[in-house]
């Protein structure tokens, strides 16, 4: 079955210009998580959604990230006034419910180059 | 809080060379260790897990066990290949959200 993809595979956009990451999760999963790869932090956990809900924000790295997630499936991260430290490769994976012992599955990234 | 530690890279070998890829972790209580793999130009995948002390988790040959007493989660294989060649990335997970380590880059030669 298809995994988990993600739009666009590239962004690259100016300082201070919003940017919208989509996420598409394997259908049937309850859980979705944002990660974020970047040079100097490496992989770090940015927030999840159990169903519509977020219950840990506990990553996002200032009010100018947020996230939402409507009909338990597609998700949308947004970056208002972007800055060139957010430039980075934006994880979003899945899982089948939350909790440690279900599997994630990782999307491709996307890929954000702010200039 | 939670973290894991991972040698730094690259590691480079010859095809066939033994490899291990040390880990350590801090956590508190019993957290689920993971090794995942990137490799070039593809998303990250899981490569083996293990869920409680002195489980051996094993894929594709490469094989690591969770040990209590040392804190660790060292990846091992026999006999590394080309095509092993990746970023690999030690983690844990004590509720919902994955930690990682920094990630360890492997390339091997023929």
């Known amino acids: 079955g298809a995994g988990v993809s993600q739009s666009p595979s590239n962004k690259v956009t100016e300082k201070g210009k919003d940017v919208e990451l989509r996420c598409d999760p394997i259908?049937?999963?309850?859980?979705l998580y944002w990660y974020r790869q970047s040079l100097g932090q490496g992989l770090e956990f940015l927030i999840y959604f159990q169903g519509n809900s977020a219950p840990d924000k506990s990553g996002l790295p200032s009010d100018r990230f947020s996230a939402e997630r409507t009909g338990g499936s597609v998700s949308t991260l947004t970056i208002q006034r972007t800055q060139q430290e957010d430039s980075a490769v934006y994880l979003c994976?899945?899982?089948?419910?939350?909790?440690?012992?279900?599997?994630?599955?990782f999307g491709p990234g996307t890929r954000l180059t702010v200039l | 809080g939670d973290s894991v530690t991972q040698m730094e890279g690259p590691v480079t070998l010859s095809e066939e060379a033994f490899l291990t890829i040390n880990c350590t972790y801090t956590a508190t209580g019993y957290p689920s260790l993971f090794w995942y793999v990137q490799y070039p130009g593809e998303g990250l995948q899981l490569l083996l897990k293990a869920t409680k002390a002195d489980d051996k988790g094993s894929n594709k040959g490469f094989e690591a066990t969770y040990r209590k007493e040392t804190t660790s989660f060292h990846l091992e294989k026999g006999s590394v290949q080309v095509s092993d060649s990746a970023v690999y990335f030690c983690?844990?997970?004590?509720?919902?959200?994955?930690?990682f380590g920094t990630g360890t880059r492997l390339q091997v030669f023929p």
């Open positions: 994976a899945s899982s089948l419910k939350r909790g440690e012992y279900n599997e994630q599955f």
């Open positions: 983690a844990l997970r004590n509720t919902d959200k994955l930690i």
């Open positions: 259908s049937g999963h309850t859980a």
